[in-house]
């Protein structure tokens, strides 16, 4: 029988959360000693565990059939490539988000970046950045590096960085400032293009709608709430990504209750809104599992 090897960060920013959002569809895995390779139990999908940078190309050189990594590598691995190394995303999963920004010296003064025309960017994305720049029209001379990039411009060894942020912490100690943000980028589940076998197709359509239904009950959210009764309207309006909901009377009460899932993100504006509507005892609860 057929069996899907899916890759996953072994340990870093993503590794926890892909192995979550695997063991939410289902999935279960008898961890071998060596922990490179576990394989799955309940669910014909075994798991790798490799260094985040090997996602892309284990996938192209067909190693596995699918894997989790940041949009940010995927993209740098396919510039790289080249045309022929085409990766397929099947689904954005909502986490390991992060921006991948031109940050610049504190002290320097720019205000446009087509001034970076020249400058030396050092970056762990020497691919995806020059890509980007060049789009905006600007040619870099990229200044390749694996890591530490945020110590170049200070060490004289580049003018400018183009590095991932996700707070800008660390930016900041080392005296440089965002100046331009070039791409965002989170986790991602990706497979080849079109080769696999159709029994193995068969297999990864049915984790696709697993996963479908693991990202939709996350991004749902159950709202009870008691209104006046001719606020029905306006409050259904309110509700995000809401059209029908369930109504029920308030025994010994002109008011009612009305419970819905929302299919969008609830913000605490949107709360606000239906109080200033005239809604009473609200709740926000999450959903565990959802099937259209
Ligand atoms: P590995 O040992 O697997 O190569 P790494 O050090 O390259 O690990 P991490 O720092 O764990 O990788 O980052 C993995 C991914 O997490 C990044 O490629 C990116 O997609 C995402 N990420 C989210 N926030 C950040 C951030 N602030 N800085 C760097 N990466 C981030
Ligand atoms: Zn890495």
């Known amino acids: ?3 899907l090897r899916v890759a996953i960060q072994k340990s870093g920013r993503l590794s926890e959360k892909s192995l979550e959002i695997l063991k939410s569809c289902g999935l279960s895995f008898a961890r071998s000693k060596d922990k490179l390779f576990w394989y799955g139990r309940d669910f014909p999908v075994d798991v790798l565990l490799v260094r985040d940078d090997d996602i892309p190309r284990m996938i192209l ?3 596995c059939e699918l894997g989790i990594v940041g949009e940010n590598i995927a ?6 490539r080249g045309s022929e190394s085409e990766l397929n995303r099947l689904r ?7 921006r991948l920004s031109l940050a610049v010296p504190e002290k320097m003064a720019i205000n446009s970046i087509t001034e970076l025309e020249n400058a030396r960017i050092a970056t762990s994305y020497p691919a995806l950045t020059r890509y980007l720049l060049e789009k905006q029209g600007v040619k870099p001379e990229i200044v390749e590096l694996s890591g530490s990039v945020e110590i170049a411009p200070g060490l004289g060894t580049a003018d400018a960085i183009s590095d991932l942020v996700s ?3 660390t930016l900041r100690a080392n005296h440089l400032k965002e100046f331009e943000e070039l791409y965002q980028s989170q986790a991602a ?3 080849r ?10 297999l990864l359509d049915r984790l696709l709608a697993r996963l479908e239904g693991v990202m939709q009950a996350r991004e749902s959210k159950y709202v009870m709430l008691h209104a006046p009764r001719e ?4 409050i259904t309006e309110l509700l995000p990504g809401v059209e029908h909901p369930s109504i029920m009377p308030l025994e010994g009460s002109d008011r009612i209750a009305i419970h819905a899932v929302c299919g969008e993100t609830v913000f605490w504006e949107h709360l606000e809104a239906l109080k200033a509507e005239g809604a009473s005892a609200i709740l926000v609860l999450p959903v565990e599992k959802m099937l259209a």
């Not at 993209?75 to 790289?80: A, I, K, P």
């Not at 606020?231 to 306006?234: F, G, R, T, Y």
């Open 1 to 3: 029988m057929s069996r």
């Open 193 to 202: 293009a079109n080769d696999i076998s159709e029994e193995k197709q068969t």
């Open 61 to 63: 050189d067909g190693v």
């Open 189 to 191: 589940l990706y497979g």
């Open 92 to 98: 954005k999963l909502g986490f390991g988000h992060c």
């Open 231 to 234: 606020a029905l309207e306006k």
């Open 167 to 169: 707070t800008g912490t």
């Open 75 to 80: 993209s740098e691995v396919m510039l790289e």
